[in-house]
């Protein structure tokens, strides 16, 4: 056999471990706890990517999204300019992070997160949600 045929087969069977990583994680993400690495990436979308209108995010909220290509995020708005994004898996088991009044709840073991900056108000978590750059640009929050 040939160093082209292993490289290939490589490169294939490495292509659908990732792409079933991938299902794997998407099925993870409602609850069943894939860990504090779920979601890896530091920029789930490229730059540009319409997240939300002003208008969906009030100042002084919080609401999830989904980025173009499928990634599960939280973004809030703080004051008229300021804007801020954050990863919604819960850096505890893998969860998904959902936004209340005044802060970002994981449903599965009650982590409590800031919902501008992302930090851990109360455990089990330890960690904080990872950030998403994301930005104003006209009426739009995009990412950054």
Known sequence: MNGHAHSRR???????????????TAALASCSGGGPGQ???????PK???????????IGTARPVTTPDGHKIIISRRSENE????????THQGCTVAP???QLRCPCHNSLFDKFTGAVRGGPADAPLRPINVAIE???????
Do not use: K, Y
């Open 39 to 45: 979601g890896g990436q530091s920029q789930p979308a």
């Open 138 to 144: 006209g009426d739009d929050i995009v990412t950054a």
């Open 48 to 58: 540009g990517a319409r997240l939300a209108g002003l208008d969906e995010v009030p």
């Open 10 to 24: 490589t490169v294939l069977t490495t292509g659908a471990a990732v792409a079933g990583a991938a299902l794997g």
């Open 100 to 102: 209340e009044p005044e």
């Open 83 to 90: 804007v801020a994004g954050f990863s919604a898996v819960c």
